[in-house]
């Protein structure tokens, strides 16, 4: 088997940036035993404090962003990050050459319930000559990113990473290091699977409710197959399965907060999983555009995820089309 650093090699990564990642990996490690621990060191439950994004803190996210914060900023090649669990983006090394960019902690909720969490990232190419004191540099599209990934720490601890050369999985092993176990994956094109909180089915709007009622009519609607559902609450899961043996993941927006693009953030969620599912052979959409093609104008921007199977993830497009024109037409 191959060590994540004998691969990184293989393919020739710039060496720097293997370093970054093989200390990103060190941070998850860390993260890896506090969840291990769980109730035994006291890090279960919620803390006092709302984060940037109105939501109450989990003790695990905040101890998640301190591990990575910790590694990001003693790393020579980071410049800054910038993470959902913090108001702004935070100042590293300015003469790094990259801008890191993560949820330290995706699926929170499932923390209290030993149910599967997981790590974003995404790394920027950082440009000294800006400085760092604002968001401004980090506001670059889903396509500038030089590498992405997660890791889901799950029955086992996996890291799904991509460099723009396909995605690879690697697990942790006994002896702690990440070892090859997939390599460049693909996503079946169909899919008879679907992943969306359907309690919020009265807030969304007639494309998602008419694409949505089609599914569940199943072998008797016009999709003429029986589509299943699933939903654990991590985003890091849902993208998992569907890199597994394909799905559709989506997380609509809604009128709940109409002003807000959707509930995913951009440049923690929607960017690096959008990367990942494309270098599968997936599409990855807010149901307009595609995700890595939306400039982003804040750090903390929400976007409309739809991503998954590139056929059903198609199909979810085309009923946009036709029924967004069918109401603008009503208009
Ligand atoms: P986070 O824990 O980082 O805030 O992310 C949770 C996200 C995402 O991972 C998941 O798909 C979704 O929120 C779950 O939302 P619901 O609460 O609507 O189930
Ligand atoms: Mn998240
Ligand atoms: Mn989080």
């Known amino acids: 088997m191959q060590l994540l650093s004998q691969f990184l090699r293989r393919e020739q990564l710039d060496e720097e940036l293997t370093d970054l990642i093989a200390t990103l990996m060190v941070a998850c490690k860390e993260i890896t035993l506090k969840l291990r621990q769980g ?24 101890i998640s962003n301190e591990i990575l914060k910790k590694y990001l900023q003693g790393h020579m090649t980071v410049a800054g990050l910038a993470s959902e669990e913090e ?12 801008l ?11 923390i209290d319930i030993n149910v599967t969490v997981g790590t974003i990232f995404s790394i920027l190419e950082a440009n000294p000559a800006e400085g760092y004191h ?22 086992s601890a996996l890291l799904v990473l991509t460099t723009g050369n396909g995605v690879n999985m690697f697990t942790l092993s006994e002896t702690g290091d990440f070892l090859l176990t997939r390599e460049k994956v693909m996503i079946p094109e169909e899919t008879q699977e679907f992943a969306i909180n359907m309690s919020n089915y009265r807030h969304w709007e007639p494309a998602m409710r008419t694409y949505i009622d089609d599914l569940l009519e199943g072998v008797d609607g016009v999709r003429g197959k029986n589509y299943n559902m699933r939903w654990v609450a991590a985003m890091v899961a849902e993208i998992h399965r569907i890199l597994t043996r394909g799905g559709i993941f989506i997380y609509p927006w ?6 807000k693009p959707g509930k995913l953030r951009l440049m923690y969620e929607g960017n690096p999983m959008s990367m990942l599912i494309e270098q599968a052979g997936g599409l990855a959409t807010n149901c307009y555009s595609n995700i890595m093609d939306v400039e982003p104008q804040d750090i ?19 009923y946009h089309q036709r029924i967004d024109s069918i109401i603008d037409n009503k208009h």
């Open 39 to 62: 109730a035994i060191s006291g890090v279960l439950g919620t803390t006092t404090d709302v984060n940037v994004q109105g939501e109450t803190q989990k003790k695990l996210d905040v």
């Open 254 to 259: 809604d009128t709940r907060v109409p002003q």
């Open 87 to 98: 108001s702004e983006p935070v100042l590293a090394n300015p003469n790094g050459k990259f």
């Open 300 to 318: 903390h921007e929400r976007v409309s995820v739809a991503l998954g199977s590139k056929a059903e993830v198609a199909t979810l497009l085309e």
């Open 100 to 110: 890191v960019v993560f949820d330290p902690l995706d699926g929170s909720s499932n």
């Open 134 to 155: 604002d968001e401004a540099p980090y506001l670059q599209n889903g396509r500038k990113q030089l590498a992405a990934g997660y890791v889901l720490y799950g029955p």
